[in-house]
């Protein structure tokens, strides 16, 4: 199976490059972000616990995004590998995926990393939050407590793949398809 970790701060693109591969590699999409939304939209008990959170630019419990994505895993069973977007952002999280997986006989195939600048991701938060309504990308401070949760909780989780030379960095500025190119080339590498 190929299982990818799509890993960056909020607005490198993993959401945009997430579509691409699933098409081209026929894999499932896992955006704990998405969920959650679904959940918000659904009005479900969880989904306003997690509201509050998110609202404020901050990290859902472990727990419930654990435990949201090894639903996914056993209801797609079937599915010839997944891209994990926006998880795992802690370590826990990443020790947690680690064991579903290989629970299944499974494991992640590598982690690749968009790197974009701090200026450069403002940016495109502040006009997705334009087009996507979604309320944490449209205030400069939720923007700034989300970038602080990445650096102080989701960073180390590089460090976590890079120690299980799994660790793949992709320049995430220029344009989409080039992007993807790069993100092709790693893939093309891992399954080699
Ligand atoms: P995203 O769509 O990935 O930018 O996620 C939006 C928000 O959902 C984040 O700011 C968090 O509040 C929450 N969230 C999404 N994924 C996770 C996760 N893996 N762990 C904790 N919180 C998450």
């Known amino acids: ?13 993993k959401g945009t490059q997430s579509h691409h591969l699933i098409q ?4 499932v999409h896992l955006s704990t972000g998405d969920i959650l939304r679904g959940e918000i939209s659904n009005g479900t008990p969880l989904g306003l616990e997690a509201k ?3 609202d404020q630019g901050l ?18 069973a079937a599915a010839k590998g997944f891209i994990f977007d ?10 947690a995926l680690d064991q579903l997986l290989t629970s299944k006989n499974d494991g992640i195939s590598g982690m690749i990393a968009l790197e974009v600048d701090e200026e450069e991701l403002q940016k495109r938060l502040l006009i997705r939050g334009k087009d996507s309504g979604r309320p944490d990308d449209q205030n400069p401070e939720i923007i700034k ?11 180390q989780v590089a460090n976590y793949y890079q120690s299980q030379h799994k660790f793949y960095a992709v ?22």
């Open 1 to 13: 199976m190929l299982n990818i970790v799509l890993f960056g701060p909020p607005g490198a693109g």
């Open 24 to 27: 081209k590699y026929n894999l």
């Open 52 to 54: 509050k959170l998110m």
């Open 59 to 76: 990290l859902v419990p472990d727990e419930v995004v654990i435990g949201m994505i090894s639903n996914k895993l056993d209801q797609n």
């Open 86 to 95: 926006g998880f795992p952002r802690t370590v826990a999280q990443a020790e």
């Open 145 to 155: 407590k989300r970038v602080a949760e990445y650096t102080s909780k989701t960073a």
């Open 171 to 192: 320049k995430g500025v220029g344009s989409i398809d080039e992007i993807f190119g790069n993100i092709v080339k790693v893939i093309e590498e891992l399954t080699k």
